[in-house]
């Protein structure tokens, strides 16, 4: 098993190759900006968004069977590289895992979304994530593998270090009131990632708690697990119909041990 994570040295990514690393011999990366650690690891390919040939002359060198996709940037070049990608895939019968948003439902806020609900966006990131999804399956069909996330958070993350210095330098922390969610973060990522590609599964799978909790809450109930001070909240009140935005898994192939709750993820993400 040869796999390819683009985008290795994200949040997301280098905890996804981490985990897959420890699993299989052959597994590589790609990193953006310039790191000295990167440069002398044979694993990791120095790779930026629109450089086509260098992405070919990745795949000549790294023959991946799985590619995963944890890669931000221009829409247009993102697009671009995930055809590539896709079209040197289905030579191979090679699969594809594509980091997907909870952003593809943003226009459709009544309630949770599961695996099989109709894609509806009001934004242009979700709509972008959509043409992604529908453009990956036309070239793969089940080869292309949706995983599709909310909120990521972790014990280095930027959201938590965002809000831990917002707090200790007294600046308001921006929330939300009446807006319901779920969570995810890198470890269930990656541990799910490893899951599909061991079990050799397919199609779309929603990646994050199976339970929500309002917006507001989340950041009181983190702040009290850090032991930090209540901030100066900057709420913006979502009205009096609950919204919700929220990827719910419900793929009967992964087992509970696998699953989480927001209760679950702030004990993670607050603990030393």
Not at 157 to 184: E, H, M, Q, S
Not at 220 to 249: M, N, W, Y
């Amino acid at each position: 098993m040869r796999i390819l994570v683009l985008g290795a040295s994200s949040f997301i990514g280098r905890r996804v190759k981490e985990v897959l690393s420890r699993n299989y011999e052959n597994v590589y990366g790609t990193y953006r900006t310039e790191n000295e650690i990167y440069a002398r690891d044979i694993t990791m390919y120095p790779y930026s968004l629109g450089d086509s040939e260098t992405l070919k002359h990745i795949f000549n060198q790294t023959e991946p069977d799985y590619v995963i996709s944890c890669m931000r940037g221009d829409f247009e070049e993102q697009l671009e590289m995930h055809r590539l990608t896709a079209e040197y895939l289905a030579e191979r019968a090679g699969k594809l895992i594509f980091l997907s948003t909870a952003n593809v439902f943003d226009a459709a806020m009544e309630c949770e979304h599961f695996e099989n609900d109709c894609l509806k966006s009001k934004t242009e990131y979700g709509q972008f994530k959509i043409k992604c999804e529908m453009e990956l399956q036309s070239l793969l069909g089940q080869r292309a593998v949706i995983i599709r996330i909310p909120g990521v958070w972790g014990r280095d993350c930027p959201r938590l270090v965002r809000l831990i210095r917002d707090i200790k330098c007294g600046n308001p922390v921006a929330t939300y009131k009446n807006l319901f969610i779920n969570l995810t973060t890198d470890v269930q990522i990656a541990e799910w990632i490893l899951y599909i590609i061991q079990h050799g599964l397919d199609g779309i799978f929603h990646v994050g708690t199976k339970d929500v909790c309002e917006y507001l809450s989340l950041h009181r109930r983190l702040i009290a697990s850090l032991h930090l001070e209540e901030p100066v909240f900057d709420v913006t009140d979502c009205g009096d119909k609950r919204e919700v935005q929220a990827v719910i898994p419900g793929r009967s192939e992964i087992p509970d041990s696998m699953q989480t709750t927001i209760s679950e993820v702030i004990q993670y993400v607050t603990s030393n």
